[in-house]
C-alpha cells in the first residue's frame, strides 16, 4: 500500500465513518465548532472568532444553554432555505439562537445582544439573529436591527 493510498483511506474513515464529528472542537467555554457547521449533513463551516466571543458573552449574561438553529451556510443551503443573499450567515459571523428555552421577554434578549456588542441583530417568532458583520447604515447606536415577527408577543 503506497502513502497516497493511506491518506485518502484515512480521509474517508473521517468522512464518511465520522461523519459530522470532524467538527467536534470547543471554541469557548460553551460552544463548540460542530453547532456552527452548514447543515446536520454538511460539515462545511466558516467562522469568525469575533462571533464565539460575543456569543460566550451572551450566553454568561442569560447564564442558560444557547442552541444554534443556524450558524455558517454554504451559499446552496443558504438559497435552499430561501436565506437572505447577502446573510451575514453566508460569512461564518452570524448565528441564530433558539428563544425556546431562554425566559426572556423579546426585549429582554434584544437589550442583552445590544450589550455584548452585536452589530446585527433580528428578532423572529422562534429565535434571535445575532451577528457581528459590517454594516453599511447601523442605527444610532452602532447595530442594525430588524424584527422579523408574525406575532406579537404575548
Ligand atoms: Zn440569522
Request: net charge negative.
Amino acid at each position: 500500500m503506497d502513502y497516497a493510498l493511506q491518506i485518502s483511506k484515512r480521509k474517508k474513515v473521517i468522512n464518511y465513518e465520522r461523519g459530522s464529528d470532524i467538527n467536534d472542537f470547543q471554541l469557548s467555554k460553551n460552544f463548540n465548532l460542530k453547532e456552527f457547521q452548514s447543515n446536520s449533513d454538511n460539515p462545511v463551516v466558516m467562522l469568525d472568532p469575533k462571533l464565539v466571543d460575543l456569543l460566550q458573552r451572551f450566553r454568561d449574561k442569560l447564564n442558560k444553554p444557547c442552541y444554534v438553529n443556524s450558524g455558517y451556510r454554504t451559499p446552496e443551503y443558504n438559497e435552499a432555505i430561501g436565506g437572505y443573499e447577502k446573510s451575514k450567515h453566508l460569512l461564518g459571523q452570524a448565528a441564530d439562537i433558539s428563544k425556546n428555552n431562554l425566559d426572556k421577554t423579546d426585549d429582554e434578549l434584544i437589550q442583552i445582544a445590544v450589550e455584548c456588542g452585536f452589530k446585527g441583530i433580528g428578532i423572529y417568532d422562534t429565535h434571535i439573529h445575532l451577528d457581528c458583520g459590517y454594516y453599511a447604515y447601523p442605527n444610532e447606536y452602532g447595530y442594525y436591527f430588524w424584527d422579523y415577527r408574525t406575532k406579537s408577543e404575548e
